[in-house]
């Protein structure tokens, strides 16, 4: 006669216990060793004493009960170990490789912040050639800021101005971010540093249009007037450049008498959706087809050629560039009294931070007109 094959009960690490209760029934628990130590969960099923065969069959059902159980627990288990398994194997790709899958992934779709990888990773495989993602931890994290803000890495031979290294050592951040949401690593170290250990972003400085200046840009007619009013838009709208390249009739919506304009920003992919004022309105084209470009913009390249030219005509003695418009509203909402949260929001902010440099030159702007009252009387 063969040897009788085991059940998946029976094999399992999950064991189904009886303990004794004084009533006469029999408690059915699963006693489960881990690392040396028994864990005990008690299921509420019991087993009464068989003195007849409706008890007998109502015990073999409940045992059923509890061996369903067990081998729902074993599955359970198996699947967390393959699942910790294949992470364990992702985990040894290498960091570089990750960021030039992250990169690809970003051109697909078009987002300019595949660059800003790029010169993350050339730094990275210069601090620590040939790291794998399951390398990482605080240390390195905490290793790399110190390197980043010592190393002379700049052609000159001097250290990154804190902006660029903040801007490297938080797209390592970022990598890591995605690393863990993809299923690559278990947890972000990133997530177990201090802000003290962290490079923090220097003092936030804006330029921005004055209301003098943007009305001689508005006075003065530009032979390509689909970028003047594009840029005038933004001003009174605060898109980013990228988000108005791309908007089209379909995102520009009428709600109760008031016109929205709804995008996807480029930047954090955060859908953002804006009461558009009146003067932003005054600046948009005739409308067309749904799906077609509000403002047609050319290539980021001949746009900058185009934005100084326009500028050189209208007397303005200064670097006009399409981010410039975005401050200008920013400084408009805060100058007109909007709060900070209100304005975050308006900015497509996550939250209030970046929005208090335009408070701050708000706050400059009235401690300038004060001191010349000085200097006047």
Not at 145 to 156: H, V
Request: some cysteine; overall charge positive; proline content about 5%.
């Amino acid at each position: 006669m063969g040897r009788r094959k085991q059940s998946k009960v029976e094999k399992s690490p999950f064991k189904l216990r009886r303990r004794k209760l004084a009533d006469g029934r029999e408690s059915l628990f699963i006693d489960h060793t881990v690392d040396g130590r028994h864990e005990y969960e008690f299921l509420k099923l019991y087993l009464i004493p068989e003195t007849s065969v409706k008890a007998k069959r109502e015990n073999a059902k409940t045992l059923r009960q509890a061996e369903e159980i067990i081998i729902a627990r074993t599955e359970n288990m198996v699947d967390d170990k393959a699942q910790e398994e294949a992470a364990k194997d992702k985990s040894q790709m290498l960091l570089s490789d990750f960021i030039s899958m992250l990169m690809e992934e970003y051109k697909q779709r078009g987002q300019p912040a595949y660059l800003r990888l790029r010169a993350a990773r050339i730094k990275l495989e210069k601090f620590r050639p040939g790291a794998r993602l399951c390398d990482i931890d605080k240390k390195f994290c905490v290793d790399y800021a110190e390197w980043l803000q010592s190393e002379p890495l700049t052609p000159q031979g001097k250290p990154l101005a804190q902006a660029t290294a903040f801007s490297s050592f938080w797209n390592l951040g970022i990598t890591l971010s995605s690393a863990r949401q993809k299923g690559y690593i278990k947890s972000n170290p990133w997530e177990l540093l201090g802000s003290h250990e962290k490079i923090q972003q220097p003092e936030g400085k804006r330029e921005f249009l004055t209301f003098e200046e943007i009305r001689k840009l508005e006075q003065t007619p530009y032979i390509k007037e689909n970028i003047r009013k594009a840029f005038l838009f933004a001003c009174y709208c605060g898109l980013r450049v990228g988000d108005v390249t791309d908007l089209r009739w379909s995102d520009i919506s009428v709600n109760g008498g008031r016109h929205f304009v709804s995008v996807v920003m480029q930047k954090n992919s955060k859908p953002i959706s804006l009461p558009l004022p009146a003067k932003a309105l005054s600046w948009l084209p005739e409308r067309g087809e749904p799906e077609s470009s509000v403002f047609s913009l050319p290539s980021r390249t001949n746009l900058r050629k185009h934005l100084q030219k326009w500028a050189e005509q209208a007397g303005l003695e200064r670097h006009l560039h399409f981010h410039l418009s975005r401050h200008t509203y920013g400084t408009m909402l805060i100058t007109a009294g909007v709060d900070l949260y209100t304005a975050s929001k308006m900015m497509g902010h996550a939250d209030v931070r970046p929005t208090q440099v335009y408070a701050k030159i708000v706050d400059r702007k009235k401690e300038e007109a004060v001191s010349l009252i000085d200097k006047v009387f």
